[in-house]
RNA sequence: GGAGAGAUGGCCGAGUUGGCUGAAGGCGCUCGCCUGCUAAGUGAGUGUGGGGCGAAAGCUCUACCGAGGGUUCGAAUCCCUCUCUCUCCGCCA
């Protein structure tokens, strides 16, 4: 959300902004709605200021024994009248509210103007892509020649867009969680939350998935409660409603959840494999900090995210991405995209983003410099460090061994006992 | 699931026969004074959101005592609903 003040003044620029990003959405009203809501609220408040002092005034008289019916009678038609303006109120404040939740976050001058991810423009690449001397396969292809993963019985248990691993594949996948978690907690310096994997439409709001991407969201039934598409919206949440001390900033969360998506509209998308499930694991990092420092602990939060892959020696790219491609709620994002040989191509694996003080506003965290001084909006900051089944694939596609065997990342034996290969079992 | 208790400012804690209580008192914190010894004393200040005026400092109005409704001229105080916390019983990983 943005500042209203903000919009009120910048509406020119808001609208450039508006097409910058692609998004169809009409302003038109709102000047006026924002003229009638102030003037209503004025009234109003003069007719409180009315109220409250006439009722000190009857308090102070009867006391004195003298006779209040009048002004008491007066004051009957004075509440009447509020009450009829403070019921026009909500109405008013709900048609200001619906469009002006919908702007997007303004994108940082960085930012270049584009349409779509074909305009995004590439700020690094790290590592070798691999000469492969047979034909790399994809990785639904190993992990089920291997007996690792199992898309069909998985589809049996829960539908299309589950996976099921098993034996060394499980433990891939929770080694990797832990190997992640290790390096943001004992190297960067971020502090592991293990959050509810569900939340209230309170929080779901307040980093921005309520109320325009509902539909992207699981709902429990007959419950005030969504399965968490990503850890940013508990941890971000963790916050919420506080005023933070200047001091403990930046804070810094890294976060393990089970991450669930209804991927609705990418009917038909990635329907193989384990690039795009419903369920899926992800190593979120989450900051919070003041303003001056957000576009340098961007870029910090990138490279602690690219260091995994580092680690793991998988080749990546890292693009930012143009207006047409931004979240709704990022300033400036950096996608992390990592090679794929048995799909040759480049896939994002982690989306690290600068929200600047859009999800502060909604879920009002502050921070205040000084005792006594007032408080600021902080700057949220947020990435994955990284998709885990998405780094699961990579590692399988990009250490695939002719003979239809898995290399281990030296980085990860250590967590394996030392075992260096993936070979299929039983 | 059953029975009961509670939710007040950064914290603790008054206030429940409705009326200068935005809220006593204490602690903490900030600034000043005093003192000189790892302390004590003393003075002042110390919430947030919104509106109006102002270049600004600031002034002023309004709202907020878990949330939302209701009663009333007037509610932290009365009534209803909900949420959360605690205690006991039951059930359970």
Known sequence: MLDLKFVRSNLDLINDMLKDRGYDLDLSGFQSLDKKRRSILTSLEELRYRRNKVSDQIAVMKKSGED????????????????????????????????????????????????????????????????????????????????????SRAAKIAGSRFSLQSGLGARLERVLINFMLDIHTNNHGYTEILPPF?????????????????????????????????????VTNIHRDEILSFDELPIKYVSYTPCFRSEAGSYGKDTRGLIRQHQFNKVELVKFCCPEDSDQELESLTTDAEEIL?????????????????????????????????????????????FTDFQARRANIRFRRKKGSGTELAHTINGSGLAVGRTFVAILENYQQPDGTVVIPEALRPYLNGLSVIKKEG
């Open 310 to 354: 580092q680690r793991l020696e998988l080749p990546y790219r890292v693009v930012s991405l143009c207006t047409g491609d931004l979240g709704f709620s990022a300033a400036k994002t950096y996608d992390i995209e990592v090679w794929l040989p048995g799909q040759q191509l480049f896939r994002e694996i982690s989306s690290c983003s600068n």
């Open 68 to 151: 209040v019916s009048s002004l008491i009678s007066e004051m009957k038609a004075v509440s009447k009248e509020i009450k009829e303006i403070e019921a026009e109120l909500p109405d008013i404040m709900d048609q200001l509210n619906r469009p002006f939740m919908l702007i997007p976050n303004i994108p940082h001058e960085s930012v270049v103007v584009g349409k779509d991810a074909d305009d995004n423009p590439v700020i690094r690449r790290w590592g070798k892509i691999r000469d492969f001397d047979f034909n790399p396969l994809p990785h639904w292809e190993i992990g089920e020649n291997l007996n690792i993963l199992d898309f």
């Open 198 to 234: 569900l939340v209230n439409s309170i929080s779901m709001t307040g980093t921005g998935q309520l109320p325009k991407f509902r539909e992207d969201l699981f709902k429990v039934d007959g419950w005030d409660l969504f399965l968490i598409p990503t850890a940013e919206v508990p």
